[in-house]
């Protein structure tokens, strides 16, 4: 592994960065590094947060400096040794098109493919996600075909709903919570990732494989109302 970057970016916080790409081992070695750090209980280390290619370390400054934590990442990373990642697999469900999939027949239209090839090459492909952010729950997918690559919309909407599956450039998302967003809405979910008061509250993690497939509109309203009631509606595999 290329040893990271130790950059500060506060008086209690700094960031290790990993190569300068988002791709699969890139972001597999973030997450095995933030396994370490949090087996290794650093003194001070209050938090750490991973992103595509990056950690974010906050530490409480009145109890360990920036060199001394700087001195004990470089020792860590010294003795790092890659390890086999532990994967999850969620099969989650997707009723795609209608008012929460809007955006469908227009990517279509982009791509010059009929709906149903768009439906086909979502639900088929191989996503990982690659971090939680930047509201709870919200899941950054890798993964999507190139097919499918579509930019952004010029101008975002003030509210998209709960659970919505959009894409936006070359990556995918899982929605958690409404709110405003430029990405493009092939459809919803009835699964909720993020839901206060439930055990567990966020259902998936970084690195989580996630393979979607399709319902119809009357499938998605009894689950959406069994999740309501905080069932969990979908389980694990392990890979």
Not at 22 to 41: E, F, K, P, Y
Not at 95 to 100: E, I, S
Not at 208 to 229: N, P, Q, T, V
Request: charged share 25%; glycine share 8%.
């Amino acid at each position: 592994m290329q040893p990271p970057t130790i950059k500060p970016v506060s008086d209690s916080a700094l960031l290790l960065e990993f190569e300068n790409k988002i791709d699969r081992s890139t972001n597999q070695q973030v997450l095995a590094v933030q396994r370490r750090l949090a087996g290794d209980a650093l003194d001070g280390v209050v938090e750490i947060v991973p992103s595509y290619r990056s950690l974010l370390i906050h530490y409480d400054c009145t109890q360990i400096g920036l060199e001394r934590l700087q001195n004990s990442l470089l020792e860590l990373l010294a003795s790092y040794s890659a390890e086999q990642e532990t994967q999850r697999l969620w099969r989650v469900p997707v009723c795609y098109g209608g008012d929460a999939g809007c955006d469908l027949d227009e990517v279509a239209g982009l791509h010059e493919l009929d709906t149903n090839e768009v439906i086909r090459l979502h639900s088929t492909a191989e996503f990982r996600i690659y971090m939680i952010g930047f509201a709870p729950g919200w899941c950054y997918l890798g993964g999507l075909p190139e097919a499918l690559h579509t930019p952004r919309l010029e101008s975002p909407r003030l509210r998209v709903p709960r659970g919505c599956i959009p894409i936006g450039g070359q990556q995918g998302l899982i929605g958690a919570l409404p709110m405003p967003s430029g990405w493009r809405l092939l459809g919803q979910t009835p699964v909720r990732s993020y839901m206060p008061g439930r055990e567990p509250a966020f259902l998936f993690a970084p690195g989580d494989e996630i393979r979607f497939y399709a319902i119809d509109a009357k499938e998605y309203a009894s689950l959406d109302k069994a999740a309501e009631r905080g069932e969990l509606l979908i389980e694990a595999e392990t890979l």
